[in-house]
């Protein structure tokens, strides 16, 4: 199958600063990624889309300027969390669908741990 | 409304025996196709099994089923014979329409506990 890689994989920053998450399509080529943030326990909630070349559309509820996403490229999506604060600490998770076939699941990457102190 | 609902939280169930976990979901839209992922604590999602709404028969992957009645909008996952190696988060999720660019609704997930 596809395979989503994600980088860091554990973070750890101070309050304040901004922390940039890297998803990459290792085999394949992305044209949209999801981005998702799971808080312990709960379940993924979706945070915006990404589509290459183009604006990310961002769920309801979501601050644009507070996380940023960029896809320049068709094998890389990032996720900046600016000025991240401790209620941003959580687990993020970029996946990214494949055409053809009707029925394809979304392929994940491992996720990214994120603890603000 | 709720997209996607799993009832629920968590669940016990002795190794060796079968599990049934419950998902019932809400649409609108003809075409539509049902996922279950396991997460376990390490925090990867891994696809377990998939449904199409036109789809006659139910999925089956392995120790895997999964029980779509249609009419009452359910797709519940069924494990037989757990091994310890699924303890762990399972969630439902829905993509509605044909597009596999579609967003997916989750629901809010099962938390499996395999009892030596």
């Known amino acids: 199958g596809a395979v989503v890689s994600q980088h860091p994989s554990w973070v750890i920053c101070k309050s304040g600063t901004s922390v940039k998450i890297e998803c990459r399509s290792l085999?394949?080529?992305?044209?949209?990624m999801f981005w998702y943030r799971q808080f312990p326990k709960q379940s993924l909630m979706l945070m915006a889309t990404s589509n290459e070349g183009s604006k990310a559309t961002y769920e309801q509820g979501v601050e644009k300027d507070k996380f940023l996403i960029n896809h320049a490229s068709l094998t890389l999506s990032t996720l900046t969390v600016t000025s991240a604060h401790p209620e941003d600490s959580s687990f993020y998770i970029c996946?990214?669908?494949?055409?053809?076939?009707?029925?394809?699941?979304?392929?994940f990457g491992p996720g990214t741990r994120l603890l603000v102190l | 409304a709720q997209k996607i609902t799993q009832t629920q939280p968590g669940m016990f169930v002795q190794e060796k025996e079968a599990v049934t976990l419950d998902c019932t979901y809400d649409?609108?839209?003809?075409?539509?196709?049902l996922f279950w992922y396991k997460q376990p604590s390490s925090g990867e999602m891994i696809f377990l099994i998939y449904?199409?709404?036109?789809?006659?028969q139910n999925a089956t992957e392995g120790r895997y089923s999964l029980n779509f009645q249609k009419a009452r909008k359910s797709a519940n996952l069924v494990i037989s014979a757990s091994q310890l190696g699924d303890s762990a988060m399972y969630f439902c999720a829905m993509r509605e329409g044909r597009n596999n660019f579609n967003k997916f609704y989750f629901g809010s997930g099962t938390k499996l506990n395999v009892k030596p």
């Open positions: 996946s990214s669908p494949l055409g053809g076939e009707i029925g394809k699941t979304q392929y």
């Open positions: 085999d394949f080529q992305a044209t949209t």
């Open positions: 449904q199409g709404s036109y789809d006659q």
């Open positions: 649409t609108s839209d003809p075409s539509y196709g």
